[in-house]
């Protein structure tokens, strides 16, 4: 009773504030929990079912997820069953209820195909210049048979018997990869993960962004950011050093000062509106106009891309830079500079020796922060310059090398795409969510590294005053 | 030496000119440029204005409507979390707790919109949509069970008190709201039949008229929410650390408890910074794009219900303006809409920063300043 | 102070090396190279219903040609004429055919008109959740579920399940309506064809893209949406139409080529073509792709329909 009378004193109200806080992280570990369990347990090599149903039908597959039947009791299994060129369909639900037996036979294969998507059934026989090999021979020469070079490798035909007793043959030159997922122990299944993942990371999107890998938008993601962090470094800088170096510090440098803080909270889209009507339409209209009319009605610049896509960008971190630059040089006495001009120095070189270098931490965390803030956006460069599919990166051998007209990809917006405009929604989710396990990781790894170099600046700070 | 040093000293000086003549050059430039934004937006949307084109200016105005709507329910949901988040954080956390707490809770705000809004509109939808009263329910009593967690501990034994302390509370209360998390959703279909005839939704319908909606303001206002929590937060974490400790001190002799003295003298001290913090996250809620773009059913009407969706002005620029013509009136609308958008967010944040710098200004006669 | 120093110089000269790099990249990309063979890059803007076909389409096309640079936007049929228009792009897929005024705007513009290709095709399907109970559906009813006022001459407005079945499974409460934004040539051609030019109703949730909106209806059991053939998945159904005649007549594939299906369509590309030019190589390999067997074989992957054979002769001839 003393207790409860304690803590009425008290008031429970602390208690409840300590809650927002743990609230606040539950759901920060359970979003990256989920995107972590779900982003990375897609390429685990799942054990393929064989299902034989009340009314005698079989369906194989890979059981997706349960959810209750809405107008009746009992629950349904949705089943990823591929094979869309003999069935016309991927999917499959089953009614759990409607389950006669189940069982996982060993012989059971998945082939991931170039067109059509993933193949799900028996390997009857492999073919190779008369030769013919079934059974136990047959999986064993595919998979030899897949190492070969090109020209080898398009000697080979499989035959392929669907779980309905359908055949079908395959030429092995459209097969990516054959997987027989129910016979695999752990070790085997790890491998099978680490090449998916690294497929996923280093390969180009197949079947219209619903299979394949992401690596075009990681890359035009990080050209994207590089050109953008080229451009925005000088200038951030620059009006850095002006601000706070040069300019009168009067009742206007305050009120710029202010201003361009508060440009940090202006939406992204205002910046996108910016970049589309004077960038693109703007610029790029005058730009073809006077250099590329030859190539009209075809735009050059005058449609969104790389070029215009990091000046946006640019403008939208500027405030990023020139806030954390001016923090640094800030941060630096007036004793050095007063030291450094006493000793002769003329102010540029009071700049370059003294100051510059001593700011140096603070503008790299600004570059970083703008580079993690530039990564994560999506809504301005819906309108200035990604593409839905860009397999031709914006940098290659071809001259003049870096092509600044061309359109992009980018991860944010590949991740939406997928989610949104793909065909089939239900066969891309598991990659946009690996989408969005990588996009999250790199901006959380790059905010970090800004964190743990401002840490680090303070403290060396503070040794030295 | 001397021949030298007479030969150097002019180069010198005119480098140190021209370089300073450079960088003024390159900052006004990067000055100018960031104006220009303003000037282009006035530049494309005052024909609109000049000509009094009605019939956008009331195509706006579901927009703007869909645009209050959205941050409303961001703010409704993030403001206690983050503002409470704010007082625990500055006056009951462990120091140590708190300076991994504090910048654990400023990544959240680095998550890309894009990532809350697929999972706010591919998983939350519908399953909120499914369990829609054990979702009502959750946001209930998962702060009361917080609550409940303290009455617990009062009545604890001296020995639990000292292993769970209050200042470490917002790590084991974790598992406690799992559990309460866990416990409300199994009990919720029982309460929801025994209530609410066992549909939520058709007991919505039938006595309040309220048609539900998949993806709707309560999504969007919880995934909103959450990417506005750390902006708030952090802000309001700074202004309630800067409010100088003897008047905490003072008001803990006169006999105040610790959460009076909060209450009483911190929060009314740092009113203004919260009142910012406040003001910020209202900026971010109203530009944010991609959450409403994709947690949201983009239908542009007027209605108030939590349960119907919106369409807010920075997801009609996004869906709409690369299919307007340059030029042409749906194109000087959405122009209008960003410029709209454009000095809301930027009024909002000056006002916050100057409210801020007037604080300060306070708390330095207060004599405290940390 | 002196590791300071150094890490400053070293970014000051990475700094300084970049700034060239990009000072002369531009310079040097103007000097527009003469492209060899078939390269180049080909851009197309339009459609999202004919995404997935572009995008296979693309695939095919860099396996054949390599050097070929493809780029692809797709927001929406009615972004293909400005962008043809405004020369944004020289390919615009389309899922429906280009209205008057944005033909009639073309040729002001450039004095011919554009390039008309049928490519495949497709129809639109009113779809529900995989169990409800409900078959088939008058195109009266469909409009009266999906518009203000009944342009099609319906009596009333429906939005409740119990005025469209009167089935005990069937869902209760309202008709939760889903479709596409305003850009996109399936909700032009919807309103057309099923609203007989009637207004959509605002309560309709707008998605931007086909395949949202058959994943939303296949979530939720009181939903109802239209979209194209091609997105149709095995977690929503598609309802049959019922005729003026009285008989429901399904999507199926010999009833969209047929036209028997009222709400079946051509899909179309637009192509700036001046009459007295040929087109770059990258274009006409890519129209060539399209008209070819192989072309068409990748019309049916990405679910939509065929030209029936006659009509791929007489396009061929572009």
């Not at chain 2, 108030?304 to 013509?325: D, H, K, V």
Request: aromatic fraction near 8%; glycine fraction near 8%; charge should be neutral.
């Amino acid at each position: 009773m003393k207790g409860l009378k304690s803590a009425l004193e008290q008031g429970i109200w602390p208690w409840l504030c300590a809650g927002c806080v743990a609230l606040s992280l539950l759901m920060l570990g359970a979003l990256l929990a989920l995107l972590l369990t779900r982003g990375l347990g897609h390429f685990w090599p799942s054990a393929l079912d064989e299902v034989t149903l009340n009314n005698g039908d079989v369906v194989v597959g890979e059981a997706v997820r349960d959810v209750p039947i809405p107008n009746r009791a009992g629950s349904e299994r949705l089943y990823f069953t591929g094979n869309r060129d003999v069935d016309d369909a991927r999917w499959r639900w089953v009614a759990i209820d409607s389950i006669a037996h189940q069982t996982q036979p060993a012989e059971l294969l998945r082939l991931k195909r170039r067109t059509w998507g993933d193949f799900i059934g028996y390997l009857e026989a492999v073919e190779v210049g008369g030769e013919r090999f079934s059974g136990r021979d047959a999986l064993q020469q595919a998979t030899q048979a897949l190492q070969l070079p090109a020209p080898e490798r398009a000697r080979y035909q499989l035959t392929l018997r669907t779980p309905q007793g359908q055949t079908l043959r395959q030429p092995l030159s459209t097969v990516l990869s054959i997987e027989a997922p129910n016979a695999m122990h752990v070790g085997q299944k790890v491998r099978v993960w680490a090449t998916d993942v690294w497929q996923f990371l280093s390969q180009g999107p197949r079947a219209a962004n619903t299979d394949g890998g992401v690596w075009p938008a990681i890359f035009g993601t990080m050209l994207m950011v590089i050109l953008m962090s080229v451009i925005v470094t000088p200038f951030g800088v620059l009006a850095a050093i002006y601000l706070n170096e040069i300019a009168h510090q009067g009742r206007l440098t305050r009120l710029v000062r202010i201003g361009v803080r508060n440009l940090a909270g202006v939406p992204s889209i205002v910046y996108g509106v910016f970049g589309l009507g004077v960038f693109v339409y703007g610029i790029g209209g005058s730009l073809d106009a006077w250099f590329f009319d030859d190539a009209l009605p075809s735009p050059t610049f005058g449609t969104g891309g790389l070029l215009w896509a990091s000046l946006t960008l640019a403008l939208l971190t500027l405030p990023v830079v020139i806030v954390a630059t001016e923090e640094g040089l800030a941060r630096i006495p007036d004793a050095q500079r007063e030291g450094a001009v006493a000793l002769g120095a003329t102010r540029f070189e009071m700049l370059t020796r003294i100051v510059l270098p001593m700011a140096t931490p603070a503008m790299l965390t600004g570059v970083i922060l703008a580079v993690a803030r530039a990564a994560g956006e999506v809504a301005p460069l819906m309108l200035v310059g990604v593409a839905k599919l860009a397999p031709q990166m914006p940098l290659d051998g071809e001259f003049p090398y870096l092509h600044l007209e061309r359109k992009f990809m980018h991860l944010g917006y590949h991740l939406f795409d997928t989610a949104f405009h793909g065909e089939d929604v239900q066969a891309a989710i598991p990659l946009v969510y690996a989408t969005a396990l990588l996009l999250v990781l790199i901006v959380l790894v790059l905010n970090l590294t800004a964190i743990l170099l401002r840490h680090h600046l303070r403290r060396q700070r503070g040794s030295e005053c | 030496m001397t021949r030298i040093r007479l030969f150097h000293q002019p180069l010198r000086h005119l480098k140190d000119r021209i370089a300073t003549g450079l960088i003024t050059a390159g900052g006004i430039v990067v000055l100018l440029a960031i104006l220009g934004i303003g000037v282009f937006l006035v530049w494309e949307a005052a024909p609109l204005l000049l000509d009094g084109d009605t019939a956008s200016l009331a195509m706006l105005s579901p927009l703007a409507w869909g645009t209050l709507k959205a941050a409303l329910m961001a703010l409704l949901f993030a403001l206690p979390l983050a503002l409470g988040a704010a007082a625990y954080s500055a006056f009951f956390m462990s120091p140590r707790l708190r300076s991994r707490i504090k910048p654990t809770l400023e990544m959240m705000e680095a998550i890309p919109g894009v990532v809350v809004g697929f999972i706010a509109g591919m998983l939350l939808a519908p399953w909120v949509e499914r369990h829609l009263a054990s979702t009502l329910v959750v946001i209930v009593w998962l702060p009361l069970s917080a609550g409940l967690a303290g009455l617990v501990w009062h009545l604890a034994s001296r020995r639990w008190q000292r292993r769970l302390p209050l200042s470490w509370a917002a790590l084991w209360l974790v598992p406690w709201l799992i559990a309460m998390f866990i416990i409300a959703l199994w009990l919720t279909p029982r309460v929801e039949q025994a209530f609410w005839e066992g549909d939520l939704r058709q007991y919505l319908y039938a006595v309040f008229g309220l048609d539900y909606v998949t993806r709707n303001a309560l999504i969007v206002g919880l995934a909103m929410g959450f990417a506005v929590i750390p902006s708030v937060y952090s802000l309001a974490e700074d202004a309630l650390t800067e409010v100088p400790r003897p008047l905490m001190e003072g008001a803990q002799a006169l006999g105040a408890s610790r959460w009076q003295a909060v209450v009483k003298v911190a929060l009314a001290a740092a009113g203004p910074g919260l009142f910012s913090a406040v003001m910020i996250g209202a900026g971010r809620a109203v530009g944010e794009t991609m959450i409403v773009l994709m947690a949201s059913s983009n239908t542009a009407m007027l209605s108030a219900s939590p349960f119907e969706g919106m369409r807010t002005m920075a997801a009609a620029i996004a869906i709409e303006l690369p299919e307007a013509t340059a030029g042409g009136s749906p194109y000087r609308m959405l122009v209008l809409a960003a410029l709209l958008l454009f000095l809301f967010t930027f009024l909002v944040n000056t006002l916050a920063e100057l409210v801020r710098h007037r604080l300060r200004r306070r708390y330095q006669r207060l004599g405290g300043a940390s | 102070m002196n590791s300071n120093g150094f890490t400053f110089r070293m970014i000051y000269r990475a700094a300084v090396g970049l700034a060239w790099l990009l000072l002369s990249l531009p310079l040097v990309g103007w000097a527009q190279p003469q492209a060899p063979s078939v390269s180049g890059t080909l851009g197309a803007v339009g459609s999202d219903t004919m995404a997935g076909l572009m995008l296979r389409l693309g695939e095919a096309l860099t396996t054949q040609y390599p050097q070929i640079n493809v780029q692809f936007q797709a927001s929406g049929s009615a972004s293909a004429p400005p962008a043809l228009l405004a020369g944004t792009t020289r390919i615009g897929p389309m899922s429906r055919r280009m209205t008057t005024d944005e033909r009639s705007a073309f040729i002001e513009r450039y004095g011919y008109p554009p390039l008309e290709l049928r490519v495949a095709r497709d129809a639109l399907i009113v779809i529900v959740h995989r169990h409800n109970p409900l078959a088939a559906i008058s195109l009266q009813d469909v409009d009266a579920v999906f518009s203000t006022h009944q342009a099609c001459g319906g009596a009333e407005p429906m939005t409740r399940w119990k005025t469209l079945t009167q089935d005990a499974t069937a869902p209760s409460g309202r008709i939760a309506l889903h479709g596409r934004n305003m850009a996109s040539g399936t909700y032009g051609l919807f309103r057309q064809r099923a609203l007989c030019d009637g207004e959509f109703r605002p309560d309709i949730s707008e998605y931007m893209g086909a395949s949202a909106v058959v994943a939303a209806v296949g979530e939720s059991y009181a939903a109802m949406g239209y979209s194209g053939h091609n997105h149709l998945t095995p977690s929503v159904k598609a309802l049959s139409l019922t005729t003026q005649q009285g008989n429901a007549v399904p999507p199926s594939e010999t009833a969209i080529q047929s036209g028997d299906y009222p709400l079946s369509r051509y899909l179309y590309v637009y192509v700036n073509l001046p009459p007295d030019e040929t087109l770059p190589a990258a274009e006409r390999a890519f129209l060539d792709l399209i008209m070819s067997a192989e072309g068409q074989q990748i019309t049916r992957a990405s679910g939509f329909v065929p030209l029936p054979l006659d009509d791929l002769e007489a396009q061929r001839a572009w």
